[in-house]
Nanobody
Framework: QVQLKESGGGLVQAGGSLRLSCEAS????????VGWFRQAPGKEREFVAV?????????VYSDSVKGRFTISRDNAENTVVLEMTSLKPEDTAVYYC????????????????WGQGTQVTVSS
């Protein structure tokens, strides 16, 4: 069973950047599709991005972050990174990483392993 832990959240001004990390333990992340989701207060959990498994160079992004966020893998560190640039106040949320063995799914119920989340706050 893989365990996930997010880090890198914080407070940033609009237009700024943050780098979130999802570190895995227990198993290598290579065999997992790893997604990032976010949840703002009073809202449902929302898909952000997903990275394909087994070294396949395929990533999928939500329209709201396309062109601003980049998901990548550091296989040596067993970590998936979400680089966030041009941040907006509407990006404020708790960000979660999640793992699946199924595919590049964009819905939360497809993922069975989750981290505890990291808070991202973007001030205007």
């Amino acid at each position: 069973q893989v365990q996930l832990k997010e880090s890198g959240g914080g407070l940033v001004q609009a237009g700024g950047s943050l780098r979130l990390s999802c570190e895995a333990s227990g198993r290598t992340l290579r065999q997992y599709y790893v997604g990032w989701f976010r949840q703002a207060p009073g809202k449902e959990r929302e898909f952000v991005a997903v990275s394909s498994a087994w070294g396949t160079p395929l990533s999928v992004y939500s329209d709201s972050v396309k062109g601003r966020f980049t998901i990548s893998r550091d296989n040596a560190e067993n970590t998936v990174v979400l680089e966030m640039t041009s941040l907006k106040p509407e990006d404020t949320a708790v960000y979660y990483c999640a793992a699946s063995t199924g595919g590049t799914y964009t819905w939360a119920s497809a993922y069975d392993t989750w981290g505890q989340g990291t808070q991202v706050t973007v001030s205007s």
